[in-house]
Each structure stands twice: as structure tokens, then as C-alpha cells.
């Protein structure tokens, strides 16, 4: 079953252009960021096959542990909205080192603490 709110915002991920300046910027980052997203809510499990935009790949992997990354949303609350991001944003910062938007990042320090690159 699909879940949505009215006040749900989608993040597109399209967007997300910025990369990390470095390898251990990221790492750091990424530990933080998988932390956090611990503590958001998952919404919309699916069973599908995406196929990444940049890397072509069939399945979103996560960096390190080849891990497969289930198809699903994460929702973010940020005062009278919710972001709505898809787990493809695993794939996007572990593998492609792509930066997420800075009011996703400000939603998440809300949520649980202020992230290391503040």
C-alpha cells in the first residue's frame, strides 16, 4: 500500500549534483547520514528492479558492503512538511559521492543530530 501525506514533499534526486571533496569527507558523511536515516520513518516498500541513471547498474548498490539497497522511501519530517526521498540516495552519495540537498541534510539534523559537515 502506498502512503502519502498532504503535506509530503518529493525530492528529486535528479537534482543532486554536488559532490564531496574527498573520499574520507564522504565516508564521514555517510555514517552520519546512514544514522539518521535510521530514524526516519520507511514508507512505500517495493519489488522492483531500478536501474541507476548514472552507473546503468540493475540494482542500487550500497558502496562498501555491495549490499543491494531494497526499493522503499524514507519520510523526513521538517516542521509542517514531510520530505519524501527515495532509497536510491544510498547508492547516490555511497557510490557517486553526490551531495544530498542542504534543506534534506537540515531535516535530518532536526531529527536526530548536526550532521560533520556543517
Not at 526521498?85 to 539534523?109: F, G, Q
Amino acid at each position: 500500500m502506498i502512503s502519502h501525506k498532504p503535506n509530503d514533499r518529493k525530492i528529486n534526486l535528479d537534482l543532486m549534483s554536488t559532490e564531496f571533496k574527498s573520499n574520507s569527507e564522504k565516508e564521514t558523511f555517510l555514517k552520519w547520514f546512514l544514522d539518521a536515516l535510521d530514524k526516519a520513518e520507511v514508507i512505500n516498500k517495493r519489488r522492483h528492479i531500478a536501474i541507476c541513471p548514472i552507473c546503468n547498474e540493475k540494482n542500487f548498490l550500497l558502496h562498501k558492503e555491495n549490499k543491494v539497497i531494497s526499493k522503499y522511501e524514507y519520510r523526513i519530517p521538517d516542521g509542517e512538511i514531510n520530505f519524501i526521498v527515495d532509497s536510491s540516495i544510498l547508492h547516490l552519495v555511497s557510490v557517486h559521492s553526490l551531495v544530498p540537498d542542504r534543506s534534506l541534510i537540515a531535516a535530518l539534523e532536526n531529527l536526530y543530530c548536526k550532521s560533520p559537515e556543517s
